[in-house]
Structure formats: C-alpha cells, structure tokens
C-alpha cells in the first residue's frame, strides 16, 4: 500500500473536524494513513482528561485498525506524552513516533505529503520522507480554550517554518502566517446530510425552542444564554453537546435543558424542527478568529439564526440577525417566532445560499492546492 497522504489530526470517528470532512472526500482517489491526536495540553487530574488516557492506552493494546472501506483511512494510535512544554518530551515523542510510523512508509513507490492540523506534529514534520508538508489551520491555537498556549504557539511558530503550504480556515487566521505560502480553504457543509428532510427528534421539547449544538466551553457565553432565557420564559433553550466546563448555572435556569452529546448525524433531527438556532459566542481572539462549522450547518438545515458579532458572519449577514446584547438577542429570537410566515421559502433561501460550499467542493479547491505542490 503506497500512503499518498499521512494526516496528524484529532481521533478519527468522533464529532467530525474540518479536516475529517475534507479528507473523507479524498479517500476515493488516495491512501490516507490517519495518526489520532497528539496533546496540545498538560493533563489535569479530572474525570475527563483520565478517561481520555485510559481510552488512549487501550487503543494502543489494539492491533493497528485496517483500511476498513473507501470512507475510512488507516488508523495509527500513537504513544505519545501529553506535555508540550517539555523539550524532553517532544524530543521522545519524535523518536515514538517515527519509529511507529516509518514501517507503514517503508518501499513507498512515491513520498507522501504530510499534513497535520495541530502543531504538536512539528518533530517530525521532516522525518517522514514526505515531499511536501501542510500545517491546515482551523483555530487560533494562541487562544483556544483548552490548550498549553505558550508552548504551543513556539510549536506552530516553528511548523510554519518548516511547511511549504499552510491553509487557513478563515482570512483572520490566514493573516498570522506568511502571505507568500498560505492560501485560505474556509470550511465546508454536508449540504446533503443536513438539508435531507429528518424525523423530528423524540427528546426534542415542543416548541418555541430555540437551540444550540456544539461543546460547551470556555468560548460560550453562559451569562448571555441565562439572561436571554429570562427574558424569553415562554421559550425552551435546548442545549446539544459535551460539557467542557461548568455549566451548573446554565441547568438552574428552568427553561434551559440540556440534552447532552448526539452523534453527527443526528442533529438534522434537531436543527430541522427547532424553531431558530443560537451561536451565542464570546468576543475573544479566538472567535474573532473561528470558522464555525455550525454556522452553515443551521443554514443548510433552514434553520434562522440569531447570533452575537463575529467575522466569519461576513457573506451570512441577510440571513442572520446579530446582537451582543441580551435584550437584543431575546428580540430577535421573539421576532422569528412571530414573523417567519414563509417557511418554506427561507428555508430554501438558507439552504441555497450554502449549496455552493459543501465539503465536496471544498475538496475539489483542496485537490488543486495539493496538485500545485
């Protein structure tokens, strides 16, 4: 088996990145060896982060997951330690890794291009025999909650030295990185998954409800969400996603219910029967920076949006309403609920408007960046 493209990315299979989007498109025609996630963070002792080592050592008791179809690449499970700001770490992890994964590159009739979405790869971006390398940058990692910062942003400062392409998933994002080799790939939709008419979900409350989908993390604005809440008592606020944070005070709001993790595939069957979808984010560096996927997801499901200010609204604004403020945002949600008379009709407007930039288009534009190279 030649590997045409060896990817450094999150665990494959869970709640899809930008990067699984993109390269489940490119597995018909290419090889693709995945290497489930290295850590951006120090672990901390919580049930969270000790599930996730142990999750990460049974997988490595596992023999190596075949190539199990057309839409799944080759997985590698990677012994690596969690600690970026460790120079003894990383100079351990390189030797980890490119001792695991050299056999799966040995009696290659061509290199491969090495890609990674996170800077914790930058050891052996080099190592591998590739003839090209590819940092694919979808956040802002020097302000992503949940990530060592300093270490990590030396990590990508040294990435961006090293690789010959870097796309960005946002203009804000591509301005950090050398104009001269970088080019911005802004993400996609499964127009097809979200915009194909869904079951009304069982757990979903009776309307109105408004609703939001994604982690609920330090970039969600708690305190916005209650008072929104408040003011709308009538209304159910539904809440869908892992909790990364405290949300305890978000729960004592009677009207706020929390539904928990869905799978991917499931959402259509929330977003298609809720009455108005909420991005209700914080003003930070990172937002200021984000692509949100959910953003064309909710329009490719018909879903009205209602959503605090940030720049990747640009192109979208017709389509939702915006404010930072609590009694603003409480009357745009109101004002949907009492004037969306033709259904229908935006629904399709909503959905025609992100026809033109589903993930297999998007992979299109990435097939000739990776030609080019």
């Known amino acids: 088996m030649n590997i045409d493209l060896l990817v450094f990315g999150e665990d494959w299979g869970g709640h899809p990145s930008s990067t699984q989007h993109l390269m489940k498109h490119l597995l018909a025609d290419n090889e693709v060896l995945w290497v489930n996630s290295l850590g951006l963070r120090r672990p901390r002792l919580n049930l969270r982060d000790m599930s996730r080592i142990w999750n990460k050592l049974t997988a490595l008791l596992q023999a ?3 190539k199990l179809s057309g839409a799944h690449p080759s997985l590698v499970n990677p012994m690596a330690l969690p600690f970026p700001g460790s120079s003894l770490a990383r100079t351990v992890n390189k030797e980890l890794l490119t001792n695991k994964l050299r056999p799966y590159l040995k009696d290659q009739s061509e290199a491969p291009i090495l890609w990674t979405s996170l800077p914790s790869a930058v050891d052996v971006v080099g190592k591998m025999g590739e003839r090209a390398a ?22 990508e400062q040294e990435l961006v030295e090293k690789c010959q392409l870097i796309i960005a998933a946002s203009p804000k994002l591509a301005e950090k990185f050398p104009a001269g080799k970088t080019l911005v790939l802004p993400h996609g939709v499964d127009c ?3 915009g194909q008419p869904a079951e009304r979900a069982s757990d979903l409350p ?8 994604g982690a609920l993390a330090g970039w969600f604005d ?3 969400y209650i008072e929104v809440a408040k003011r709308l008592p009538h209304w159910t606020f539904v809440l869908i996603g892992p909790a990364h944070t405290d949300i305890s005070v978000l729960l004592k709001q009677p009207n706020i219910v929390w539904l928990g993790p869905k799978p991917h595939h499931e959402l259509p069957h929330y977003s298609q029967h809720w009455d108005v979808g909420l ?15 959910k953003l064309r997801e909710y329009l490719a499901a018909g879903s009205p949006v209602v959503s605090t200010d940030f720049p990747a609204l640009d192109g979208y604004r017709d389509l939702v309403k915006v404010s930072n403020a609590a009694d603003g945002f409480a009357a745009a949600i109101e004002e949907i609920g009492n ?9 399709e407007i909503r959905r025609n408007r992100v026809n033109r930039e589903s993930w297999t288009q998007r992979a299109e534009d990435l097939k000739e960046m990776l030609n080019a190279l």
Do not use: W
């Open 206 to 213: 009776d309307g109105p409800v408004a609703g939001f989908y």
């Open 192 to 194: 097809e998954m979200f």
């Open 279 to 293: 991005l209700p984010f914080l003003r930070n560096e990172q937002i200021e920076a984000c692509n949100p996927l």
């Open 64 to 66: 190596p997951t075949p």
């Open 134 to 155: 590819i940092y694919y940058c979808g956040d802002d990692f020097s302000a992503l909650d949940g990530v060592d910062h300093a270490p990590v942003a030396k990590m």
């Open 339 to 347: 004037t969306e008379k033709h259904r229908e009709l935006m629904k």
């Open 222 to 224: 708690q305190e916005l």
